[in-house]
């Protein structure tokens, strides 16, 4: 009974040196007291009341540390199994009431200290579970991070291609529209040599018109000199010569005449010619222009979109690594509970136990982690390996 006794004691004293902390008495120095007691010499007699006071006092303390192991255990959610004993069939008949109850004290500090054990050893497997599972969420969570810098690394040069690719169609709407204006001047000035053209050729009508008039009356005036002829040889020889000389200068004003109107044409339709393909190459130069304006303005659109999303994702970087209120939200298939975070804080509740994964956000706030599970069904659209940062508050 005494060797019972004994290992009741240190195992008492030591749980409670371990959990709790010590006021008064130490536990140690109750635990060498008791041993002192017992080691006493067989003939001493020990004092019932004292040793059942004792035995009562070393319960209740196994029970209180067998309920703050349960508390913690419960906080974390781990699992444990309802132990009971009957002990008192295990009490033997024919005692005193006081040995008896002495005797129940010893079974049921026994009984609470091996629930203690199991308590202790299925915690610390939940622990150890636990861990590797926080282990493994670091490692995917470090992989995520790497992707994350690749693409924002490979945006950034997508950026400056752009804007590589809008200075040079900037450039080229430049010249475009330097072209443009000099094909522009260069048909008024056509249009301008066509107006005097037009003007020339009505002046040359004019005087085409005055020579016709001229010619007509040459030719009354000559039908007249016949007339006079006719009635005198020698006035008809003189006449026949004027009327040759008439004759030739006429023919050599007609062919003048003739010569000038023919170059006049000529030029007017090689004009009219230069005209028709400065205005074809206009119409060329003003399509072309239209699609490289309208090709413009959809790289324009395109790269604000880009450079809106790269601002917001270098100002949620920076705002993720200055200030402590940042939100990440991360579309992975995670498990979605953390008891060991339990210990950590109080606020941290275990709902259901761990048996499916779940996609989850984080929200980082101070010091603490929180875990907020989201359903499955609602993010299927949600495409892996891109990662949007929102910084609202959830």
């Not at 970087?317 to 953390?338: C, D, E, L, M």
């Amino acid at each position: 009974f005494c060797p019972l006794l004994q290992n009741s004691i240190m195992l008492v004293a030591f749980s409670h040196s371990a959990f709790f902390p010590r006021k008064g008495m130490g536990y140690d120095h109750l635990a060498y007291h008791l041993l002192l007691i017992c080691s006493q010499e067989s003939n001493d007699q020990l004092d019932c009341r004292y040793f059942g006071e004792l035995l009562a006092e070393l319960n209740r303390k196994t029970n209180d540390l067998y309920s703050c192991l349960l508390q913690h255990v419960e906080k974390i959610g781990g699992r444990y199994w309802p132990y009971t004993e009957d002990i008192e069939e295990l009490i033997p008949k024919g005692l005193s009431e006081a040995t008896k109850q002495q005797i129940r004290y010893l079974l049921q500090m026994r009984v609470t200290s091996d629930k203690s054990l199991r308590l202790v050893l299925s915690t610390f497997k939940n622990l150890r579970e636990e861990l590797c599972h926080l282990q493994d969420d670091l490692g995917k969570l470090e992989t995520d991070n790497v992707l994350l810098k690749k693409d924002l690394a490979f945006k950034e040069s997508q950026v400056k291609e752009y804007e590589t690719m809008l200075s040079s169609l900037r450039e080229n709407n430049r010249q475009q529209q330097q072209g443009l204006r000099d094909s522009t001047a260069r048909c008024r000035s056509l249009e301008e040599q066509l107006l005097s053209l037009q003007l020339n050729e009505g002046e040359k009508d004019c005087q085409l018109k005055e020579l016709e008039y001229s010619k007509r009356a040459l030719d009354q005036e000559i039908q007249s000199l016949k007339l006079q002829i006719c009635s005198s040889p020698t006035v008809q020889t003189t006449t026949d010569e004027l009327s040759s000389r008439y004759v030739e200068m006429i023919n050599n004003l007609r062919e003048d005449k003739d010569r000038e109107i023919r170059s006049l044409r000529s030029q007017l339709c090689q004009f009219q010619q230069d005209i028709s393909r400065q205005e074809g190459n206009n119409s060329d130069l003003q399509i072309k222009l239209h699609e490289l304006t309208a090709m413009l303005e959809e790289k324009d659109v395109c790269i604000k979109q880009q450079q809106e999303e790269l601002f917001r994702l270098k100002h949620e970087r920076v705002s993720s690594s200055q200030s402590p209120g940042v939100t990440a939200i991360i579309t992975k298939k995670y498990r979605n509970q953390y008891p060991i975070l339990g210990l950590l804080s109080d606020d941290y509740k275990v709902t259901s136990p761990v048996n499916k994964s779940q996609t989850i956000v984080i929200e980082r706030t101070g010091e603490i982690w929180k875990h907020v599970s989201s359903s499955r069904d609602s993010l299927q659209g949600v495409r892996y390996g891109v990662f949007n940062f929102s910084s609202k508050t959830l």
